[in-house]
T-cell receptor, first 113, second 106 residues
Framework: NAGVTQTPKFRVLKTGQSMTLLCAQDMNHEYMYWYRQDPGMGLRLIHYSVGEGTTAKGEVPDGYNVSRLKKQNFLLGLESAAPSQTSVYFC????????????FGQGTRLTVV | KNEVEQSPQNLTAQEGEFITINCSYSVGISALHWLQQHPGGGIVSLFMLSSGKKKHGRLIATINIQEKHSSLHITASHPRDSAVYICAVRDDKIIFGKGTRLHILP
């Protein structure tokens, strides 16, 4: 999964704390995505971006905010973490066009206690 | 109804068997991905399809755009193929199926 880097890889938060997950890609991709993966649920789309300065809600956006101030970075914020946000978070990116490959980060395992 | 449905959810087979995993979708797409994920691991892209058939080693993926259906086949399965296989469809969004957990017994 060269080209898409997620930081941090692991984090433990207390309920009510805030944090930001960073997704960085060096492939000049227009599209970037944040997903959460929970047992039995598959990957569910939180927010996505179709270009610098734009963001849109996915399937499960509540409790999260995002920003795409720079084309290469897509930030996912948790303002007040809740135990229900314990999950593995994946970022993905791709360029425009129907025939282009998508690339995935290695995941961030977040535990909220 | 989920936009992407995979079957089966779980599959256990003996080493050497021919494996088929199916994916049906209900939305318009520009491409379909087959992905692999090992327990606790990252997501690896196996194929991206917009039409026809692709082959890589023992893996074959097909898609029928008219029927909104894709299949992933594994020939001569091996215990190292044990993983979760995920179908994902995309237009602007990328929407994932829930995955098929494959276990190949030696």
């Amino acid at each position: 999964n060269a080209g898409v880097t997620q930081t941090p890889k692991f984090r433990v938060l207390k309920t009510g704390q805030s944090m930001t997950l960073l997704c960085a890609q060096d492939m000049n991709h227009e599209y970037m995505y944040w997903y959460r993966q929970d047992p039995g649920m598959g990957l569910r789309l939180i927010h996505y971006s179709v270009g610098e300065g734009t963001t849109a809600k996915g399937e499960v956006p509540d409790g999260y905010n995002v920003s795409r101030l720079k084309k290469q970075n897509f930030l996912l914020g948790l303002e007040s973490a809740a135990p229900s946000q314990t999950s593995v978070y994946f970022c993905a990116s791709r360029s425009t066009g129907g025939g282009t490959e998508a690339f995935f980060g290695q995941g961030t395992r977040l535990t909220v206690v | 109804k989920n936009e992407v449905e995979q079957s089966p959810q779980n599959l256990t087979a003996q080493e050497g068997e021919f494996i088929t995993i199916n994916c049906s979708y209900s939305v318009g797409i520009s491409a379909l991905h087959w992905l692999q994920q090992h327990p606790g691991g990252g997501i690896v892209s196996l194929f991206m399809l917009s039409s026809g058939k692709k082959k890589h080693g023992r893996l074959i993926a097909t898609i029928n755009i008219q029927e909104k259906h894709s299949s992933l086949h594994i020939t001569a399965s091996h215990p190292r193929d044990s993983a979760v296989y995920i179908c994902a469809v995309r237009d602007d969004k990328i929407i994932f199926g829930k995955g098929t957990r494959l276990h190949i017994l030696p």
